[in-house]
């Protein structure tokens, strides 16, 4: 799978053209995610994300990035007679890859992208309440590497760039329990190149 997302990056990458634009920023931001999981009630979590990004192209472009993130979930199982609440938080290493289209000037700018994202779990912290230490073995069980999508508009104002993104995920975090992570994103860039 990640053979054909790379090799559908470098034909479109080619495809826009040797004489496209080229831009290069750093960009940070907040996004709020949640966990869904079978048989508990979730909540969300406000995390961060910080990092680069290049875009190839001005009117239809190519935008990778690589970027860290904080992100996780609450949940709470609401059963009774087991009942036990808890928070995981992650921090991840994410490579989207967003194929996207721009309207306007050169001063300002309105976008739509979307495409793969890959993320890679770098860290984690969890905590449970005392009678769900026993679940935590199973429902803590989490996979290293995810793959999803993102979706979203932009505008950019000169060098200053703004995003707003929904982030789902095709692969489960864990697949014992059907969790998966979506996440609204807001990010705030700013052009070098």
Not at 13 to 21: G, T
Not at 118 to 133: F, I, P
Not at 138 to 146: A, W
Request: hydrophobic share 40%; glycine share 14%; aromatic share 10%.
């Amino acid at each position: 799978m990640k053979k054909y997302l790379l090799s559908a990056a470098l034909l479109i990458a080619v495809s826009i053209s040797a004489q496209a634009q080229f831009s290069l920023g750093v960009k940070g931001g907040v996004n709020f995610s949640k966990i869904n999981a079978d048989n508990v009630k979730e909540s969300t979590l406000t995390g961060y994300q910080a990092g680069l990004f290049a875009r190839i192209g001005s009117g239809l472009y190519l935008q990778p990035e690589l970027y860290l993130s904080g992100t996780g979930g609450k949940f709470d199982s609401g059963d009774n007679s087991q009942s036990f609440s808890g928070k995981v938080r992650f921090t991840n290493l994410n490579v989207p890859l967003l194929l996207g289209k721009s309207f306007g000037g050169k001063d300002l700018n309105f976008r739509v992208m979307a495409g793969p994202i890959y993320t890679y779990q770098l860290d984690k912290s969890e905590s449970l309440t005392a009678n769900g230490s026993g679940a935590i073995a199973d429902f803590g069980n989490y996979n290293k590497s995810t793959l999803g999508f993102q979706a979203g508009a932009g505008v950019d104002i000169g060098a200053i760039t703004a995003d707003l993104r929904y982030e789902g995920g095709l692969s489960k975090v864990n697949s014992n329990y059907g969790q998966r992570q979506n996440l609204w994103a807001l990010s705030v860039g700013f052009k070098i190149l």
